[in-house]
């Protein structure tokens, strides 16, 4: 049986003051505070990785809370330590049913090397990173704060969550903002899930599918290389290589939701 991942020492009294902080603005309506991405998987990679979280309150808690809740967690009123943090506020009457939405009360990205954002309106960004977000912390979401995980966040139908890993690797596919180890290992990932139904941390699932795929074995390799360094020191990976590689992560994708039956894969 696996060992849940603990945090690494770097981020514990920043997560600790997370939850304090949230408890504090939150009172009697927080439900669960629990880290997800790769501090839940146990890839966290300190000087690159994001610190992501989730918190669920109840449906009752006061919407002057949630500006209040951005201002006491934003960087620099507590600094990061990571290369930013990533969270999101659910109701939990919507957390606790499988969806395709997006579904938050607030999306929060603050810190270092992270573009400032605050949003309350859903509709605001794709849903695709929510719905991926809610299936990993249903499967390996770390609590830092109330109970069981499985009791607070519902596992996405399957179809959603490959319709959101089709629409996750054609932004990757595009670049922008993205660091090209980074779009190679999200791409291994979305294979790894596609096969196997289960979320692997990004380096073991690059590490499947570069002992089944020859072909793409040198660009897998170089793109772990690079993920060992800071973000701001990634190493160029070849464009060509890399868009070859997300468009046979794509067609993955599509034989997977074509297997589940009725979907088709898009043109």
């Given at each position: 049986?696996?060992?849940?991942?603990?945090?690494?020492?770097?981020?514990?009294?920043?997560?600790d003051?997370?939850?304090?902080?949230?408890?504090?603005?939150?009172?009697?309506?927080?439900?669960?505070?629990?880290?997800?991405?790769?501090?839940?998987?146990?890839?966290?990679?300190?000087?690159?990785?994001?610190?992501?979280?989730?918190?669920?309150?109840?449906?009752?808690?006061?919407?002057?809370?949630?500006?209040?809740?951005a201002?006491?967690l934003?960087?620099?009123?507590l600094?990061?330590?990571?290369?930013?943090?990533?969270?999101?506020?659910?109701?939990?009457?919507?957390?606790?049913?499988?969806?395709?939405?997006?579904?938050?009360?607030?999306d929060?990205?603050?810190?270092?090397?992270?573009?400032?954002?605050?949003?309350?309106?859903?509709?605001?960004?794709?849903?695709?990173?929510?719905?991926?977000?809610?299936?990993?912390?249903?499967?390996?979401?770390?609590?830092?704060?109330?109970?069981?995980?499985?009791?607070?966040?519902?596992?996405p139908?399957?179809?959603?969550?490959?319709?959101?890993?089709?629409?996750?690797?054609?932004?990757?596919?595009?670049?922008?903002?993205?660091?090209?180890?980074?779009?190679?290992?999200?791409?291994?990932?979305?294979?790894?899930?596609?096969?196997?139904?289960?979320?692997?941390?990004?380096?073991?699932?690059?590490?499947?599918?570069?002992?089944?795929?020859?072909?793409?074995?040198?660009?897998?390799?170089?793109?772990?290389?690079?993920?060992?360094?800071?973000?701001?020191?990634?190493?160029?990976?070849?464009?060509?290589?890399?868009?070859?590689?997300?468009?046979?992560?794509?067609?993955?994708?599509?034989?997977?939701?074509?297997?589940?039956?009725?979907?088709?894969?898009?043109?």
């Amino acid at each position: 049986m696996s060992r849940t991942p603990v945090p690494p020492r770097e981020v514990r009294p920043y997560l600790d003051e997370l939850v304090h902080r949230t408890r504090a603005v939150c009172g009697p309506h927080l439900v669960s505070v629990l880290a997800v991405g790769s501090l839940a998987l146990g890839d966290y990679r300190h000087g690159r990785s994001d610190i992501d979280v989730t918190v669920v309150v109840d449906r009752s808690l006061p919407r002057r809370a949630l500006p209040e809740l951005a201002g006491a967690l934003a960087h620099p009123a507590l600094a990061c330590p990571a290369a930013g943090l990533e969270l999101v506020v659910y109701p939990a009457d919507f957390a606790g049913r499988p969806s395709g939405g997006a579904g938050y009360l607030m999306d929060l990205n603050t810190g270092p090397s992270l573009p400032e954002r605050v949003s309350h309106d859903p509709g605001e960004a794709p849903a695709f990173w929510y719905v991926l977000d809610r299936s990993v912390a249903h499967q390996a979401g770390l609590p830092l704060f109330g109970g069981p995980v499985r009791d607070v966040i519902a596992a996405p139908e399957r179809a959603d969550v490959l319709a959101a890993l089709r629409a996750s690797v054609r932004e990757h596919a595009g670049g922008e903002g993205h660091t090209a180890d980074n779009r190679v290992l999200n791409g291994c990932r979305s294979v790894v899930y596609c096969r196997t139904g289960h979320w692997f941390a990004k380096r073991g699932a690059a590490g499947i599918v570069a002992a089944a795929e020859a072909e793409f074995r040198p660009l897998i390799t170089d793109a772990l290389r690079s993920f060992e360094r800071p973000r701001e020191s990634a190493l160029a990976l070849p464009g060509a290589a890399v868009g070859d590689f997300l468009a046979w992560v794509a067609d993955r994708v599509d034989e997977a939701a074509a297997a589940e039956g009725g979907h088709d894969a898009p043109a």
